[in-house]
């Protein structure tokens, strides 16, 4: 089993900048199976949605929304997400997610409130 724990949410004023962080651990051989971290949101009220997602290799995948605004990057057993340009509709839970690569069977966090608004 994998567990992600993230942190880095809370409250900014829209143009403002946050930088999130997401820690995999657990047993080695269930940690180095992971293929995929990432970062997903999911609104009041709407879908869970892609944010930006990045695998071993470095291969970087991220939504329209947040291109340009926002960077996803990893390190080893961490992925980050910094938020730049923050928009009153950046405004979701963020939760961090990791695919292990055999089966593609998901990882999910416990979530972190993101709330952009003056």
């Known amino acids: 089993q994998v567990q992600l724990v993230e942190s880095g949410g809370g409250l900014v004023q829209p143009g403002g900048s946050l930088r999130l962080s997401c820690a995999a651990s657990g047993g080695l051989f269930s940690v180095n199976a992971i293929n995929v971290m990432g970062w997903y949101r999911q609104a009041p009220g709407k879908q869970r949605e892609l944010v930006a997602t990045?695998?071993?290799?470095?291969n970087l995948n991220d939504a329209d929304s947040v291109k340009g605004r926002f960077t996803i990057s990893r390190h080893n057993t961490r992925v980050y997400l910094q938020m730049n340009s923050l928009k009153p509709e950046d405004t979701a839970v963020y939760y961090c997610?990791?695919?292990?690569?055999?089966?593609?069977?998901?990882?999910w966090g416990q979530g972190t409130q993101v709330t952009v608004s003056s």
């Open positions: 997610n990791a695919k292990r690569g055999s089966d593609n069977y998901n990882y």
């Open positions: 990045i695998t071993t290799g470095g």
